[in-house]
């Protein structure tokens, strides 16, 4: 039987939609949101119901009959670390969504509860698949050198892991019995290491680690930064430099990559040295985690925007195909992924799992 699922990915002032049946996608849109009318709101959450009718407009134009839909799928925000797979939608989920528990405030908390709106009100099974919270690090990449302070990683799970499900497809392979080193490189820039179906190593791309992206600083010498932050006095200008206003965007005033590639063409020497640095510092993640694989690695997969760009990928795959096969995979399969992991629990192919609302680990485990 192929099964309909609708998947709901709410960004910034769009929500991308999708209507599957099967792996065949007979219907996307991204359903725009006025930016002024969004300000009016005082909580990501609150943009709820505004978000629901616009997304229910586009539907209607669309001829879509949500009656017809077996299953929902909201993108995962706002929750707590969970290991990676396809989860019920509980009240637990939906509170942690509403609140933003894990402390990040993104659109991404609304997929769940759009999702599970039009779920309910169908009578329908609602999920979430690989939220970006998930985490599924060994203990020793939880250590810092400073005792309290221990990694947690936000990564672009959803298209990491459904990339490396594809790659492995494509090749009559199992995800479970291969090593990946995989890569989304867009907006953020994600660098993991995938160990036998785990995602067990990776970098906190709302913390400030891995490669310098877009809107992102990236790993920076930490004795620097903190002299850095007492010559400012606003906590948040400091914080913004990891997510919004690091990379590019201080560098360059943009975080459009479009736009850098088109100064490097007309000769910026700056922009050039910003471009290959960034380059420089995924490739050099990408033999970090390499070592965390024992060099026991399958392949090296290329997802994101930014992958589009030939140039990007022959730099990598030149000085990184000594490793492993270097294969690209442009953009991003993130609504694919979401209607592909309730396929699955749909199909008995596996288990929805249930969220406890307890993260995965706890700093006492580490502690003793």
Known sequence: MAY?????????????????????CLFTVNVSHDAAKLKEFP??????????????????????????????????????????GTYAVNETLLDHAFRGANGIQHPAQLGSQIAHEFAAQYGKPCFVVNPPDTDELTLCARMTGVKGIYRNVHLHAL???????????????????????????????????????????????????????????????????????????????????????????????????????????LGDEYAKLVW???????????????????GQVDGILLGGGMVHNKELVAKITEACSWIAPVSAYPGEFELEAMAAGAIRVLNGEEEAKTYTGKPVWSPEELEG
């Open 4 to 24: 309909r699922i609708l998947t709901v990915n709410p960004g910034s002032t769009s929500t991308k939609v999708g209507c599957f049946e099967g792996e065949t």
């Open 43 to 84: 909580t990501i959450s609150s943009q709820m119901p505004y978000r629901k009718e616009t997304i229910l407009h586009a539907l209607r134009d669309a001829n879509i009959d949500l009656a017809t839909i077996d299953a929902f799928v909201g993108r995962g925000g706002g929750l707590l670390a969970v290991e990676g």
């Open 159 to 265: 298209n990491l892991k459904e990339t490396a499900i594809r790659h492995s497809q494509s090749n009559g392979w199992k995800y479970e019995d291969k090593n990946y080193i995989v890569c989304h490189i867009g907006g953020g820039i994600s660098i993991s290491a995938h160990q036998k179906g785990r995602m067990i190593d990776g970098n906190d791309i709302v913390g400030g680690e891995g490669p310098m992206a877009p809107t992102r600083s990236g790993a920076m010498p930490a004795a620097q930064l903190i002299r850095y932050c007492y010559t400012i006095d606003d906590l948040k200008e400091a914080l913004s430099m990891c997510t919004k206003t690091g990379g590019f965007v201080s560098h360059l005033g943009t975080s459009d990559a479009l736009e850098v590639c088109a100064r490097v063409a």
């Open 276 to 294: 290959d640095t960034m380059i420089y510092q995924i490739i050099r993640f990408i033999g970090a985690m390499a070592g965390v694989l024992h």
